[in-house]
Protein backbone atom coordinates (compact mmCIF):
# COMPACT_ATOMS: atom_id res chain seq x y z
CA UNK A 1 0.00 0.00 0.00
CA UNK A 2 2.81 2.37 0.62
CA UNK A 3 3.34 4.71 -2.42
CA UNK A 4 -0.88 4.20 -3.20
CA UNK A 5 -3.43 6.83 -2.55
CA UNK A 6 -6.80 5.54 -1.71
CA UNK A 7 -9.78 7.01 -3.86
CA UNK A 8 -10.82 9.23 -0.68
CA UNK A 9 -7.58 10.49 -0.10
CA UNK A 10 -7.66 11.47 -4.54
CA UNK A 11 -11.25 12.95 -3.96
CA UNK A 12 -10.34 14.82 -0.98
CA UNK A 13 -6.92 16.01 -3.10
CA UNK A 14 -9.65 17.04 -5.48
CA UNK A 15 -11.94 18.92 -3.66
CA UNK A 16 -9.07 20.97 -2.31
CA UNK A 17 -7.89 22.08 -5.45
CA UNK A 18 -11.15 23.11 -6.84
CA UNK A 19 -11.27 25.08 -3.71
CA UNK A 20 -7.82 26.89 -3.52
CA UNK A 21 -8.47 27.17 -7.58
CA UNK A 22 -11.80 29.35 -6.81
CA UNK A 23 -9.81 31.10 -4.34
CA UNK A 24 -7.75 32.69 -6.43
CA UNK A 25 -10.15 33.32 -9.47
CA UNK A 26 -9.27 30.11 -11.64
CA UNK A 27 -12.26 28.43 -13.61
CA UNK A 28 -11.34 24.82 -13.09
CA UNK A 29 -13.37 22.16 -15.18
CA UNK A 30 -13.36 18.18 -14.62
CA UNK A 31 -11.07 16.69 -16.05
CA UNK A 32 -8.71 17.75 -18.32
CA UNK A 33 -7.36 21.76 -17.67
CA UNK A 34 -4.20 21.64 -19.90
CA UNK A 35 -5.38 25.20 -21.24
CA UNK A 36 -4.20 27.03 -18.19
CA UNK A 37 -1.37 29.18 -18.24
CA UNK A 38 1.47 28.49 -15.98
CA UNK A 39 0.55 31.89 -13.68
CA UNK A 40 -2.68 30.10 -13.10
CA UNK A 41 -1.57 26.91 -12.37
CA UNK A 42 0.88 28.24 -10.10
CA UNK A 43 -1.32 30.33 -8.33
CA UNK A 44 -3.86 27.05 -7.39
CA UNK A 45 -0.34 25.50 -6.36
CA UNK A 46 0.86 28.29 -4.18
CA UNK A 47 -3.01 28.61 -2.52
CA UNK A 48 -2.63 25.06 -2.01
CA UNK A 49 1.07 25.12 -0.40
CA UNK A 50 -0.27 28.56 1.90
CA UNK A 51 -3.18 26.24 2.89
CA UNK A 52 -1.23 23.58 4.04
CA UNK A 53 1.40 25.28 6.05
CA UNK A 54 -1.20 27.73 7.83
CA UNK A 55 -2.79 24.39 8.73
CA UNK A 56 0.37 22.80 10.46
CA UNK A 57 0.93 26.23 11.84
CA UNK A 58 -2.72 25.98 13.73
CA UNK A 59 -1.79 21.92 15.18
Known sequence: ???E???KG???LE???MES???V???LS???NGDLTSR???SIGGQMVKKMIDAYKMQ
Open 10 to 12: KEA
Open 5 to 7: MTQ
Open 40 to 42: QAG
Open 1 to 3: MKG
Open 25 to 27: GVS
Open 30 to 32: NGY
Open 21 to 23: ANE
Open 15 to 17: RFK
